[in-house]
């Protein structure tokens, strides 16, 4: 369902500068930027988190778009870094976090590359899923490699940069490869537990958390498995 309303998507509603308001907060959504109010998975993922004890957390949203996920955090009272492959979503980030009153870092970098080293609590993910390559720097935003590249950099890198109790969150849907991107997580150190679903029309979307697993599990099998998808 993704792939057939893409292209439409790309040739006539993303075309102009889009507003989007979400629990009181109003967000500009610039060309070429994804709108977090087109799909069900930025909203879910942002409902999920306002469940969540960030006072005084330290959070990382990888791959901000228009901050929505990044503002949520920030009203909630954690300490915020937002980034982004692309100049035009850390620029559209920025401005949403000063026109709305909050404070989040935010900067460019291609997955960790451009982070100093340092610790978050949480790490937390709207990724691309479908298979591709991103022919302009906006449509990062939803290829994720021929070979789901990004997963395997995302992962590779992503223990590095999380505390001892830390967490990655990621919303993925049962439109995407899920076994493999699970897969890639295990053969890089991570076990995973699914934290919410919930049916949208024609999709599921779920959260998963992601934690490093001690180095004396790894290898063994993943905790739980969020693969009853259709």
């Not at 990888?62 to 009272?77: I, K, T």
């Not at 870092?105 to 982070?115: C, E, G, H, P, T």
């Not at 990004?150 to 109790?165: E, I, R, T, V």
């Not at 899920?178 to 024609?202: C, L, M, S, W, Y």
């Amino acid at each position: 369902m993704g792939l057939t309303l893409k292209p439409y998507l790309e040739s006539r509603y993303l075309t102009r500068r889009r507003q989007f308001r979400y629990k009181g907060l109003h967000l500009e959504v610039e060309p070429g930027v994804f709108h977090p109010g087109l799909f069900f998975s930025s909203k879910f993922l942002a409902g999920f988190l306002e469940k969540l004890d960030l006072r005084n957390k330290s959070v990382l949203e990888m791959g901000s778009g228009s901050g929505l996920l990044s503002l949520v955090a920030a009203r909630q009272g954690a300490c915020v870094c937002a980034v982004d492959i692309s100049p035009l979503a850390v620029d559209t980030t920025t401005a949403n976090a000063l026109n709305n009153g909050l404070t989040v870092a935010v900067q460019q970098s291609d997955l960790f590359s451009n982070i100093q080293p340092q610790r978050f609590d949480l790490i937390v993910v709207n990724p691309p899923y479908f298979r591709g390559q991103a022919a302009d720097i906006a449509r990062h935003a939803w290829y994720c490699g021929d070979n789901l590249e990004y997963f395997h950099g995302l992962f590779c890198a992503a223990s590095s940069f999380m505390g001892p109790d830390g967490v990655m969150y990621m919303v993925l849907s049962d439109d995407c490869e899920v076994a493999e991107i699970t897969a890639i997580a295990k053969t890089n150190g991570f076990d995973f537990t699914e934290k919410a679903r919930k049916h949208f029309f024609f999709e599921d979307n779920f959260v998963l958390a992601f934690y490093p697993a001690p180095a004396a599990q790894l290898g063994d099998d993943v905790t739980g498995s969020p693969l009853a998808v259709a």
